[in-house]
């Protein structure tokens, strides 16, 4: 897969999450960045937009290499489509953002080499082992959060950006 030199392709993962608007992939969204459709084929498990496949779809399309990254979770497949992240990385001015599970980031990144990997954890946490592959290749980035510090998001949004060779915004100057 080619991705343009100008896109930039992020996955956040781990178990520090918050719905602050001070969020990392609240501010990157804002920044230019594009949040792909996922699919499901029961329920959805992150705050992204998601589009019902059946079982059997699913099945298919993953056969065809048109499933870009896939898990199972609480008894139900969710992942990305290629076409869905193709459409995200034609509509963004910065690059594509996907927020999920590890196993979908390590996916990611097996298979698209330009992603970065972000995780967001407290100190005392372990990476999950799907990662191994991302830090042997260097795309893993890990971020240690204390979610409730005063001003923790906004250091983790600084060091995505510093991180990835991104422009600070002036409010952060």
Same mark, same amino acid.
């Given at each position: ?63 065809? *290499?048109?499933? @870009?990254?896939?898990?199972?979770? !609480?008894?139900? &497949? =969710? +992942? ?5 992240? *193709?459409?995200? @990385?034609?509509?963004?001015?910065? !690059?594509?953002? &996907? =927020? +999920? ?14 992603t970065v990997v972000f995780t ?54």
């Amino acid at each position: 897969m080619q991705i343009p030199n100008s896109k930039k392709i992020i996955c956040i993962t781990g178990s520090v999450w918050t719905g602050s608007r001070s969020a990392p992939r609240r501010l990157l969204v804002k920044e230019g960045f594009v949040r792909p459709t996922w699919f499901t084929t029961s329920r959805p498990i992150t705050d992204a937009n998601y589009r019902r496949t059946s079982l059997s779809s699913f099945h298919l399309a993953n056969a065809s *290499n048109k499933v @870009l990254s896939h898990t199972e979770f !609480g008894g139900s &497949i =969710v +992942g990305i489509m290629q076409e869905d992240f *193709n459409a995200a @990385l034609e509509a963004s001015k910065q !690059g594509v953002l &996907i =927020v +999920g599970p590890p196993e979908i980031a390590a996916q990611i990144a097996e298979k698209i080499r330009e992603t970065v990997v972000f995780t967001l954890k407290e100190k005392q946490m372990d990476l999950s082992t799907c990662l191994d592959q991302a830090i042997q290749s260097g795309q893993l980035h890990r971020i240690d959060v204390n979610a409730l510090e005063p001003g923790a998001w906004t250091t983790v949004y600084r060091s995505i950006l510093e991180t990835m060779g991104l422009e600070l915004p002036q409010w952060m100057d």
